[in-house]
């Protein structure tokens, strides 16, 4: 029996590696291992549950067991990977050593950890996984008020989507308005707008939550400017960061991400990852159409075809339904200026550079129909 391709991570980018694989290898073994419960289930619609009226049961859409029968594969659940040994190529899994014949990286990102003082941080929810779901509307039951850390992609989301379950929400970040890293101002004004007049969500901005502290069934949130609110539980959403501890331990090259080139392949050559894990020929997008496509080229790759991973231009919805939004962001070091066009809660924003060729763009309300004429304009990502 060969030693099996091993992947580390039943996430979207794990599964979906798996799905694409099978299409073109039904025999090579194929081995996952895992450190949440192996559900397959889709992390976008984490921050949509109360909107679609999903619990976490609801959102799960198929068992470890099921996803192994589907992808003829063996799964090893709430497992967590302590070392590769890439010379020996072998993982070692609780004082247990496996030998793989090529390993895929499909670890994640972590959430980043708020620096709170107080005897209530501990009890701040963050969500990752639909476990971690699970226990948060656990957590909500019989509760009215939330307060959120952080008014970015997921922030807002949460914000939009626990008021439509009825929950009275604050939150509060560091930049001016919501969404600011994404959204030039007018755009993030008409969502910021929208989720304070029709979901009544009260920001607080240019501060930050320094302390959560128990005070009988709720908690005192304090902020840095000194304003002091309550509220029954709090959710903390400042974004995430590659998970490369694994990685950086077994001597693969690391920046933002694994160092990857476009076929997906470490510094080791039988050692390869995507999805949000992955910086792949120096991009770390942490969304799904990017992961998609790496599934699909390494599938081909380890099926014997090496094929490299191509991005095409790929906006982003923001999932706020009281202001729809869709983003391009411009690249970061992108030299070009924006133009707007608003009426206040519909906004067309393009920036383009001195040549007038487009690179990104922001629309909100009635201007996200514009999304696939602008998209058919922007250049790839990775051509
Ligand atoms: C609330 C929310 C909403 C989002 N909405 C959107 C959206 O609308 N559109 C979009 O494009 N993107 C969205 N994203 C981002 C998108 O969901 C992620 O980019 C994608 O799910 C990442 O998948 P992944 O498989 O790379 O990582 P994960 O889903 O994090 O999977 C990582 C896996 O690795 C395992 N693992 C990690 N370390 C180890 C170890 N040492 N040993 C064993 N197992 C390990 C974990 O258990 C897990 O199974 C959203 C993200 C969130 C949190």
Redo the contacts with the bound molecule.
């Keep these: 029996m060969p030693a099996p391709i091993i992947v580390?991570?039943?996430?979207?980018?794990?599964y979906n590696f798996g799905r694409e694989f099978r299409k073109a290898d039904t025999e090579t073994p194929l081995m996952y291992?895992?450190?949440?419960d192996?559900r397959s289930y889709s992390?976008?619609m984490?921050?949509t549950g109360f909107t679609k009226s999903k619990t976490a049961e609801d959102l799960a859409m198929a068992t470890a067991d099921e996803m192994a029968g589907h992808l003829k594969a063996s799964i090893r659940t709430m497992?967590?990977?302590?070392t590769i040994n890439a010379s020996e190529q072998t993982i070692s899994v609780a004082g247990e050593s496996i030998k793989y014949s090529k390993l895929v990286l499909?670890?994640?990102?972590k959430c980043i950890e708020a620096p709170l003082a107080g005897d209530g941080a501990d009890d701040v929810y963050v969500?990752?996984?639909l476990m971690d779901y699970g226990q948060f509307r656990e957590g909500l039951a019989g509760k009215k008020k939330v307060f959120i850390i952080g008014a970015g992609l997921?922030g807002c989301?949460?914000a939009n989507d626990l008021s439509n379950g009825e929950f009275e929400v604050e939150a509060v970040d560091p930049m001016s308005t919501v969404l600011a890293n994404l959204l030039p101002e007018q755009a993030s004004q008409a969502v910021r707008h929208a989720l304070e007049t029709e979901k009544n969500v009260k920001f607080h901005f240019g501060t930050v939550a320094e302390s959560v502290t128990k005070s009988g069934d709720d908690y005192e949130i304090r902020l840095k400017n000194g304003t002091t609110t309550r509220a029954d539980i709090v959710l903390s959403a400042i974004g995430?960061r590659a998970?490369t501890a694994?990685a950086e331990k077994a001597g693969l090259a690391i920046n933002h991400g694994i160092v990857v080139n476009r076929e997906l392949q470490t510094n080791d050559a039988n050692i390869y990852a995507?999805?949000?894990?992955a910086e792949v020929d120096g991009q770390l997008l942490?969304?799904?159409?990017p992961?998609m496509a790496c599934a699909r080229a390494l599938a081909k790759t380890l099926s014997g075809t090496a094929t490299p991973v191509c991005y095409g231009a790929m906006p982003?919805?923001i999932?706020v339904p009281v202001c729809p939004t869709q983003v391009s962001p411009p690249p970061r070091d992108a030299e070009g200026e924006w133009e707007v066009e608003t009426d206040g809660s519909n906004v067309k924003a393009t920036f383009r550079n001195s040549a007038g060729e487009l690179l990104g763009f922001a629309l909100t309300g009635d201007k996200v129909s514009e999304k696939m004429a602008l998209q058919k304009q922007l250049p790839s990502i990775l051509a």
């Design positions: 580390i991570g039943t996430g979207l980018a794990g291992i895992t450190s949440d192996g992390k976008p984490l921050s497992t967590h990977v302590d499909a670890v994640g990102a969500i990752n996984d997921i989301e949460y995430v998970s694994l995507l999805g949000d894990c942490y969304y799904v159409m992961l982003v919805g999932k």
